[in-house]
């Protein structure tokens, strides 16, 4: 699918998926130079409609991270939208504001559709999640989506989903949806730079990678 970048990283064996239908265009589409309803790639993305997809794909950070930790066998992006919104793991308020992913309701996504277990991390350090990687899980964590440029100062933290897969010697391999190119989208950082980004929470689910 175009929604992949068409590896399994040979890091972590997780795939890599983004957010948006063909990787090459995240930064256009990210930075609002292409509008995404011009992604000629949308109708693989799952999306009802390029209206629908062009809504959404912004959004769907934390869906693309289940993506990427259901393995290769887990379904299109709008799938796991449609069923995490059914959850309440995504929201829309009366004026059709998009919010999520909400953690409790995808975790219960994930296990009651998928069977994997999950736990919601309301407080989270850096050194926990390097125990969680320790103890088998992935962890999905809220950084700013500045992560994908670390070569500048992070200004904030949060907002933002990425998959932390495993360790590295001095911090974390991970995962963005919003990767800009291959070194972005399976990135590694210091765990003291990754702690510049991450907000203090996440979740984290039972998961083995089925690709390495």
Known sequence: MSTSTGHVCTTCGFPSHTQFASPESVQQIA???LNARLDPAWPESGAADAEDYA???GHLCGATCLRMALGPSAPSLFELR???VKFGAYTVDGEGE???????PAVDFVREVYGVEGEVHRSLTVAGIGELLDAGRVVIASVHYAIRRPQEPSPGRGGHLVLVTGRTADGFHFHNPSGTDAATRM???PASRF???FAGRGMSLAVTATGA
Do not use: Q, S
């Open 31 to 33: 930075t609002g130079e």
């Open 187 to 189: 990135a590694e950082l």
């Open 55 to 57: 809504r959404w794909c």
């Open 98 to 104: 998009i919010r999520g992913m909400i953690y409790a």
């Open 82 to 84: 449609d069923g995490a």
């Open 195 to 197: 702690a510049d980004y």
